[in-house]
């Protein structure tokens, strides 16, 4: 079982930075991807970035060159840095991983980490 627990969301000013990370946990599975989703009030959860195994980024149009994504991979962890913050940015942000476990390709979600950006 792959557990991801997500922190470093708040409350940012307009042309604020924050940093997100994603920490993946558990035992016997091997990481494909892992990224970022995001779902604002009364939308659908949308893709921000994604980060492959051999460091291969994809980014939404609307965050590139905003927003960085990185993996420290000998601590499972991953991480968005979040600049030029504007309110558009405003949603729950969730970390997932697709991983190889048991045979099988899995999607492993976190519980998600509210980013407020104010005007």
């Known amino acids: 079982q792959v557990q991801l627990v997500e922190s470093g969301g708040g409350l940012v000013q307009a042309g604020g930075s924050l940093r997100l990370s994603c920490a993946a946990s558990?035992?016997?599975?091997?990481?494909?991807?892992m990224g970022w989703y995001r779902q604002a009030p009364g939308k659908q959860r949308d893709l921000v970035a994604t980060?492959?195994?051999?460091?291969?980024?994809n980014y939404a149009d609307s965050v590139k060159g905003r927003f960085s994504i990185s993996r420290d991979n000998a601590k499972n962890t991953l991480y968005l840095q979040m600049n030029s913050l504007t309110p558009e940015d405003t949603a729950v942000y969730y970390c997932n991983a697709r991983v190889f476990q048991l045979f099988k390709v899995l999607d492993a979600w976190g519980q998600g980490t509210l980013v407020t950006v104010s005007s």
């Open positions: 558990g035992s016997g599975f091997s990481i494909i991807t």
């Open positions: 980060i492959t195994s051999s460091d291969r980024t």
